[in-house]
């Protein structure tokens, strides 16, 4: 444990340990993607993908490492017993900050396959990690504003046609499909400016798990609907590093997807957006009233399972 020295170099020491971790991670996972591209044959690029899975799973392990040595964090972890690693899940979350994504994968690594995230075309220039994700075939997708598509109709369903193409790679081994429905971490202005109806959440965007559904729907074991909570006012990613972050929830539920939700045309289909929007709806009115219950239990639970980061 650092906590004995200032937080702002634990903060720093925290990031210069991940940022070695994924230099040292990044080496062998870009020699077996090159001996996958070099053969391109898909027995071949099966094993490669599996290797490059296992590299990141232990990329993963270390950064969880490091940050436990940065702080303690309690973790009331919900609904995680019953997770299967070898299978096909829809993931979707609230987003309220940079550190859920590390969150999630503390708390998913080695449960389920891989969590893959789709991620914004400029997102692919960030430094090292953007050659990882690319490297991992995280999808990387443009979007186009309605304005654009109006000028350049011939660009309308290029969103799904990456969708689709990136869920046939999903289809050849185990992995977990993640989505922030919100589209964009909460802040209180963001939620007064688009006048959102619930009280701890943005609006939902179900386009994006929708074509998921679509391309692969048949495919997906069942939906992990996660709630993340912290309770604690510093929730920032540097937050994290600097061990600040000591007390969160994490709720699991699995949920089935109805069965026409893997059929409709949700582009096309005015009708079935209506009530694939609805269900989304009702999800998200679920989880702002989960998340007014847990931020109002009196004192932080030892009960069930815990775990530290």
């Keep these: 444990m650092l906590s004995f020295l200032p937080a702002p170099l634990r903060g720093l020491l925290a990031f210069l340990f991940m940022a070695l971790n994924t230099l040292i991670s990044i080496v062998p996972l ?15 690029g099966r094993v490669c993908a599996w ?4 590299i990141a ?20 972890l919900r609904g995680a017993e019953d997770l299967h690693y070898h299978g096909w899940y829809l993931v979707s979350c609230n987003h309220q900050s940079w550190s859920d994504i590390l969150i999630l994968q503390k708390v ?6 891989m969590l893959k995230f789709f991620l914004k075309q400029e997102l692919i220039w960030v430094p090292l990690m953007g050659v990882a994700w690319w490297a991992l075939d995280f999808p990387f997708m443009k979007r186009y504003s309605k304005e654009f598509l109006l000028k350049h109709p011939e660009m309308k369903g290029k969103d799904l046609e990456t969708t689709r193409k990136a869920c046939e790679k999903f289809k050849e081994l185990p992995v977990s499909v993640m989505n922030f429905l919100e589209g964009t971490r909460f802040t209180t202005a963001k939620h007064d400016a688009q006048g959102s109806p619930y009280q701890h959440l943005l609006k939902p ?15 997906l074991r069942s939906m992990l609907d996660v709630t993340i909570v912290y309770h604690d006012k510093a929730i920032g990613f540097w937050d994290l590093l ?23 045309d949700y582009e096309s289909d005015p009708a079935f957006r209506a009530e694939f929007q609805e ?11 989960l998340i007014t219950s847990i931020k109002q239990e009196s004192v932080f639970s030892n009960q069930g399972s815990n775990e530290r980061v």
């Design 51 to 54: 290797v490059m899975i296992k």
């Design 108 to 113: 998913f690594n080695r449960r389920i396959p």
């Design 242 to 264: 600097c061990g600040r972050v000591h007390r969160l929830t994490v709720h699991i539920v699995e949920r089935p997807i109805p069965a026409q939700f893997s059929r409709g």
């Design 30 to 44: 870009l020699v077996v993607t090159l001996f996958r591209l070099l053969i391109p044959i898909k027995p071949w």
């Design 279 to 289: 269900w989304v709806n009702q999800l998200w009115l679920e989880k702002d009233a």
């Design 57 to 76: 799973e232990n990329w993963m392990a270390v950064n969880s490492l490091i940050l436990s040595l940065s702080g303690r964090i309690r973790i009331d």
């Design 205 to 219: 965007k179900s386009g994006g798990i929708a074509f998921v559904l679509s391309a692969m729907g048949g495919q």
